[in-house]
């Protein structure tokens, strides 16, 4: 069966620092992979999606970027994050059809002070 | 805004009790989605409803589209205490999901 993975569970980061979350599936090939965030009390921003290796979609131009350096991981970064970055992050990933039913991870809790 | 709508923003209703939750929307989509998020994690799918399908049934979950009306609902049956999360309403267009900001329900024992 399909899994998927991401970690880690919370982080706290000073303004400026770095950022990297990780994220991986298992049992599949192939798959859409998503990153979402959800500010509090707000809904989920879809951030980046990739198709495949190497190729990543960003759909809100911000302080993050992603990379797909596998076919089933799939990396969101910052270089200097900023105090608008806290939040709750989503992996998730799909079939080939990018309208189907997603599968989410477990998120991320990033609190930047 | 391809995103859906959720309404009310928040339920709350004795256990045993039907809950209602609509999602409007704007755009033409080849389905929509609703799923659930319990708080601090991560959301799980409830049910897909395609475009040529008027009403859908899962369990204890009922969920109607009308495409004239760009909406739907999602009816939770006789209502538990394990219930209680946030929904959301996802219209699915050609390509991506983009997701509402939810209904909280919560559910009185």
């Known amino acids: 069966s399909q899994t998927i993975h991401q970690w880690p569970a919370t982080l706290v980061q000073p303004v400026g620092s770095p950022l990297s979350l990780e994220c991986t599936v298992e049992?599949?090939?192939?798959?859409?992979l998503y990153w979402y965030r959800q500010a509090a009390g707000r809904g989920l921003q879809l951030l980046f999606y990739s198709v495949g290796i190497g190729q990543i979609s960003s759909e809100v131009p911000q302080n993050l970027s992603a990379s797909r350096p596998q076919d089933r991981q799939f990396i969101l970064s910052s270089k200097k994050l900023l105090l608008s970055d806290s939040g709750f992050y989503l992996c998730a990933w799909s079939g080939q059809a990018r309208n189907e039913k997603l599968f989410f991870g477990s998120g991320t809790q990033l609190s930047v002070l | 805004s391809q995103q859906g709508e959720e309404d009310p923003q928040a339920l709350s209703i004795q256990e045993g009790e039907n809950a209602t939750m609509n999602c409007s929307y704007k755009?033409?989509?080849?389905?929509l989605q609703w799923y659930r998020q319990n708080s601090g994690r991560g959301l799980v799918h409830l049910i897909l409803i395609r475009s040529n399908e008027r009403e859908k049934h899962s369990g204890r979950l009922r969920v109607t589209l009308d495409t004239s009306k760009k909406s739907s609902s999602l009816l939770i049956t006789a209502s538990r205490a394990a219930d209680t999360a946030s929904y959301f309403c996802?219209?699915?267009?050609?390509?991506?999901?983009?997701f509402g900001t939810g209904t909280r329900l919560t559910v009185i024992p």
């Open positions: 755009t033409s989509i080849n389905n």
């Open positions: 996802a219209p699915a267009g050609a390509n991506n999901l983009f």
């Open positions: 049992g599949t090939s192939n798959p859409n």
